[in-house]
T-cell receptor
Framework: AQSVTQLDSQVPVFEEAPVELRCNYS??????LFWYVQYPNQGLQLLLK??????LVKGINGFEAEFNKSQTSFHLRKPSVHISDTAEYFC?????????FGKGTRLHILP | GAGVSQSPRYKVAKRGRDVALRCDSI?????LYWYRQTLGQGSEVLTY????????KSGRPSGRFSAERPERSVSTLKIQRTEQGDSAVYLC???????????FGEGSWLTVV
């Protein structure tokens, strides 16, 4: 069965600093990977997705993620964070018709 | 066009009472999902359906949870005899089908007291 592990439950980072949110997946078949963001008091919003092709995927709000098959990882990165990036970030993998989520990483932006 | 909308946004229920949460999905979407999101546990699939046929019930924590789809773009999640452990955010989502982007509603925040 496919599963998703987000190694950090909370990540504090200073404004304008780079950030990496880690995600590892387990799967024996082709994977489709996603990052969703949830801003305070809002629903989940798709940041980016990897279905096939280039392993470097660019998403909204300056985020990008790299699919690494050998390390079974799909880490999310942003070179310079803004206070508005304060949110919870969920890595996810598609299994059949369902999306299976990790437990989330809360990103705290420090002024 | 309109996105996925859920109602009520906030619900407080006394333990033991039944609760119904409504979801209006995006017109034309075939697959409809219900997720439960709890602090520190992420989101788990409760159920999902293709068109009007409920397809997967295995994600439900117990038989107290059921989903009905009276119209293609409307679903109601029913929780019978609520327990305090049912307190969570219930997210509805929909998509055009397998492989397509899944769009989420803003969630219904349920607190069982």
């Amino acid at each position: 069965a496919q599963s998703v592990t987000q190694l950090d439950s909370q990540v504090p980072v200073f404004e304008e600093a780079p950030v990496e949110l880690r995600c590892n997946y387990s799967s024996s078949v082709s994977v489709y990977l996603f990052w969703y963001v949830q801003y305070p008091n809002q629903g989940l919003q798709l940041l980016l997705k990897y279905l096939s092709g280039s392993t470097l995927v660019k998403g909204i709000n300056g985020f990008e993620a790299e699919f690494n098959k050998s390390q079974t990882s799909f880490h999310l990165r942003k070179p310079s964070v803004h206070i508005s990036d304060t949110a919870e970030y969920f890595c996810a993998v598609r299994r059949d018709d369902k999306i299976i989520f990790g437990k989330g990483t809360r990103l705290h932006i420090l002024p | 066009g309109a996105g996925v909308s859920q109602s009520p946004r906030y619900k407080v229920a006394k333990r033991g009472r039944d609760v119904a949460l409504r979801c209006d999905s995006i017109s034309g979407h075939v697959t409809l999902y219900w997720y439960r999101q709890t602090l520190g546990q992420g989101s788990e699939v409760l159920t999902y359906s293709q068109s009007d046929a409920q397809r997967d019930k295995s994600g439900r924590p117990s038989g107290r949870f059921s989903a009905e789809r009276p119209e293609r773009s409307v679903s109601t999640l029913k929780i019978q005899r609520t327990e305090q452990g049912d307190s969570a955010v219930y997210l509805c989502a929909s998509s055009y089908g397998a492989g397509n982007t899944i769009y989420f509603g803003e969630g219904s925040w349920l607190t069982v007291v």
